[in-house]
């Protein structure tokens, strides 16, 4: 596979110092965005990041967002062929835009619990090498809440079911939200709560300062580093900025760009 170029997020990440692509392990990254700066870049860089850690490693990827065709033509400009790794059994994607999302109550928590059958039925079909190295990612929890018909304690059960899957097999659990989209009472209540469960939250936003040219938004990494809780600080904090290239995202810290 062709090497990975290390930059500020995967620093931010804890993949510093390291020549080879490693996986995050048994951790829940949450991707926080807003309507004026998309962090859905974020999740490219972590499906590929994830499908280059290992020849056996696996993305299991939950859509509510864009059909397959948008995902493989984004990351095929980043040098990941999705389509590929599809057909290789390694990279597992869940079309929920074509689903039939149920009406309301039970048939509602059904649904979540099929959806989560199917995740945890690809995990245990999967060779005993690529158990251990499995990614869960979705896109995203705003309109995941929206087929669950607006419960929050639908979807946070459901969140929570996944992140068992994070000991029982090692995997990654990554899930992006755009958390300024509903303004209603209950909204806030989820992020709270994802925001608590998150091992790193990443947050991607605009410039204090407003726009620029060459300045597309901010990144924020709280990495709380709950693999190692003896250490004298536990969260640690990472701000920089990003400007969107053609085929990648140049990251860099405030000040250090003409």
């Known amino acids: 596979m062709e090497p990975h ?10 993949f510093h110092g390291h020549d080879k692509p490693r996986r995050l392990g048994p951790r829940f990254v949450l991707v926080e ?3 004026e700066t998309s962090g859905a870049f974020v ?7 994830s499908l280059f850690s290992h020849p056996s490693s696996v993305v299991i990827f939950v859509a509510f967002n864009h059909p397959f065709v948008h995902y493989d033509r984004v990351l095929r400009k980043l040098g990941c062929n999705l389509a590929a790794q599809r057909d290789n059994s390694r990279f597992f994607f869940i079309d929920m835009l074509m689903s039939q999302c149920p009406d309301e109550g039970k048939l509602a928590q059904n649904w979540l619990i099929v959806l989560f059958e199917k995740i945890e039925g690809v995990i245990s079909s999967l060779h005993p090498d690529s ?6 990612m979705i896109d995203d929890v705003s309109l995941f809440q929206v087929a669950a018909n607006g419960s929050s304690n639908d979807v946070l059960d459901f ?7 994070t000991s029982e097999f090692d995997a990654t659990f990554v899930a992006l939200d755009h958390k300024d989209i509903y303004l209603d009472g209950e909204r806030p209540i989820l992020i709270l709560e994802m925001e608590h469960l998150a091992d790193i939250l990443i ?3 605009p410039l204090v300062t407003g726009l620029a040219k060459d300045v597309h938004g901010q990144l924020t990494v709280m990495n709380k580093e709950t693999q190692n809780p003896q250490i004298s600080s536990p969260i640690k904090i990472r701000n920089f900025h990003f400007r969107i290239k053609e085929n990648g995202i140049e990251y860099f810290y405030p000040g250090t760009k003409a």
């Open 5 to 14: 170029a290390s930059n500020l997020l995967d620093e931010a990440l804890g």
């Open 131 to 136: 158990k251990k190295l499995v990614t869960i």
């Open 33 to 35: 965005d807003c309507v």
């Open 203 to 205: 947050k991607a936003e």
């Open 159 to 165: 969140l929570h079911y996944c992140l068992t899957l």
């Open 43 to 49: 999740l490219h860089h972590l499906v590929k990041r």
